[in-house]
Each structure stands twice: as C-alpha cells, then as structure tokens.
C-alpha cells in the first residue's frame, strides 16, 4: 500500500510499544513512500539500485499473479522461481521491447551497463537483460505505476512445468 502525499503512518488503534525498533523503522519507512520522492530524486538513484527495487516488485507481481487459486506453499514458490529466474526475466523483457518507449529504452540500457557479475547459471547476456528488466521495473515503480502495471499486464506467462 502506498500512502499518497497527503497521508502518512497512522498510529495503530492499539498502542505498540514505543520502544519497539520496528514500529520506529516501520513509520520512518511508511512516511518517506517512493511516491513522495521527487524526479530529481528519482535520477540520484542508480541503475543497480533500480535494479535491487525492481526485483522485490517483480517477483511481489509474481506471488500475487499466483496467490488464486490456493495451492500449498512450495506450489507457489515452484511457480514464482520459474517466473523472476534471469532466463524468463529475459525473454519477457525481450517480449515488451516493440512496447517501450525510448525513455524506457534509455532505462533499460542503462540497467543493461550496470550489470556486473552473474551467476554461473546463466550467461552474461541473458544476465545483463534480466538486469535491465528489473532496471526498468524500479524505475517504473517509482516513476509510473500505471505504465508499470500496463506493461506487467503485458507478460504472457508460459506454464512453469517446463521452466522448473
């Protein structure tokens, strides 16, 4: 949930201790919400970090794309893993690519310069798009949640049987 400008941490009905680090950490991180963050903000935030966000909310996507009908825990886990993996991650960014506009495109190749490392799994090219994925997703999350889902809603989701 996010808060718009206007709203902020509201205090539980009952009272939680106050000298609780996490109801601290908690408000803290509720009143400085990504959609209080201003552009200039928003260009101060490198590609790899982008990146970092833009994972938590893709594979959040997946778990909630997942969560109907109820299946057992490592059902749904099963079938996230086979969805936010670099190699699907890749070929779904290769899938919205003719969708993008060119600012998007910018994003995108700058998430794609930012990839170093990858795991042994997967090869350099296949990681450095499912970077530029995640980039994008990061980006779009705090810069156009409208655009994000638009595009989200895009991904043809293939059955997870082959992918696990």
């Given at each position: ?31 400085k ?38 299946q ?25 690519a ?11 190749r ?17 990681y ?6 995640e980039?994008l ?7 156009d ?9 895009k ?10």
């Amino acid at each position: 949930m996010k808060l718009s400008e206007e709203q902020s941490f509201e205090e539980p009905a009952e009272k939680p201790n106050r000298y609780n680090p996490w109801y601290h950490a908690l408000k803290t991180a509720c009143n400085k919400l990504p959609s209080q963050m201003s552009p200039f903000e928003v260009r101060q935030i490198s590609p790899t970090a982008l990146a970092y966000l833009g994972d938590a909310v893709y594979e959040l996507y997946f778990r909630m794309y997942y969560l109907l009908p109820p299946q057992r825990v490592d059902s749904y886990h099963r079938s996230v893993v086979a969805q936010v993996r670099a190699e699907m991650q890749a070929r779904h960014l290769q899938a919205l690519a003719p969708e993008l506009t060119d600012s998007e495109l910018d994003i995108v190749r700058r998430g794609r310069n930012a990839a170093t490392g990858r795991p042994k799994r997967v090869s350099a090219e296949t990681y450095q798009q499912a970077t530029s994925l995640e980039t994008l997703v990061g980006y779009l999350y705090l810069t156009d949640e409208a655009r994000l889902t638009e595009l989200l809603h895009k991904i043809k989701i293939e059955s997870t049987e082959s992918h696990i």
